[in-house]
């Protein structure tokens, strides 16, 4: 699995000009899914993300996790994040996860952030056309890779 977090003030992700996901401050994930993922892929992507500690604290120091702070998450499945340009123009996604694994892992990704960690998680549309507006905050942006 890879993730892409950014550190937003605020976010939302519109499917055909309505808006179905929206957070104030928080983090957005862009989220591509491997085929060999799994349920521990899962618990381990959801603690290194709830656990991550890219706020500030009272002295400046990145030093706080997403539920110390009061935020968000705004999750976006991405399967271009499996994309293998090496060879050519045209990027190929044979990496990336078959749409019901893809979509599968992508909802257990969610449900585990929400229930495991407490967190209010907005999402996307698996497989749509979403347009994702955000104001990026530092901009701090980390990626989580599970191969790594």
């Known amino acids: 699995m890879r993730i892409v977090i950014q550190r937003a003030k605020e976010a939302s992700v519109s499917i055909d000009g309505e808006t179905v996901g929206h957070i104030d401050h928080g983090f957005v994930l862009l989220v ?67 749409a019901d694994h893809g979509d599968a892992i992508y909802q257990e990704l969610n449900e585990e952030l929400r229930n495991s960690y407490g967190l209010e998680v907005e999402t996307g549309q698996f497989g749509a056309d979403m347009q994702v507006r955000l104001t990026n905050d530092g901009p701090i942006t980390i990626i989580l890779d599970s191969d790594e």
Do not use: C
């Open 32 to 98: 591509g899914v491997h085929d060999s993922d799994s349920e521990k892929t899962v618990k381990y992507m959801a603690k290194k993300i709830a656990k991550m500690r890219i706020f500030a604290d009272e002295n400046d120091k990145l030093n706080l996790d997403i539920k110390q702070v009061g935020g968000k998450i705004l999750s976006i499945s991405q399967f271009t994040l499996y994309a293998r340009t090496k060879k050519g123009n045209r990027p190929s996604f044979v990496d990336a996860a078959k």
